[in-house]
């Protein structure tokens, strides 16, 4: 089984998200359709980047780290790379 850690781009706040999930594309559309609490009022949404694992323990351990102060960092980065491309 895969596992995905993802990032989120809100338009709404201009804000980014970080989970996990092992079903990618059933979770994105509970963020789109407003069922997640933390992002439902933030969307739309955009998937921005998103990495594959095959173990559970190192997915959260990689989610734990973007969700640090040197993971924003990394965060920050990923995010121009999305607006700029964007224009």
């Known amino acids: 089984m895969s596992y995905f850690v993802y990032i989120l781009y809100s ?10 999930t092992n079903n990618l594309k059933k979770r994105l559309t509970s ?12 969307r739309p949404l955009t998937l921005i980047h998103s990495e594959e694992f ?3 323990a ?3 351990e990689r989610e734990r ?6 993971g ?4 920050t980065k990923i995010k121009k790379q999305y607006l700029d491309k964007k224009g």
């Not at 338009?11 to 996990?20: A, I, M, R, V």
């Not at 780290?65 to 040197?70: A, E, H, N, V």
């Open 54 to 56: 095959e173990s559970k």
């Open 72 to 75: 924003a960092r990394e965060k």
């Open 31 to 42: 963020h789109q359709d407003g069922h997640v609490d933390a992002t439902a009022h933030r």
């Open 58 to 60: 190192d997915t959260f």
């Open 65 to 70: 780290f973007l969700k640090s102060l040197w």
């Open 11 to 20: 338009h709404d706040d201009d804000n980014l998200y970080t989970g996990c």
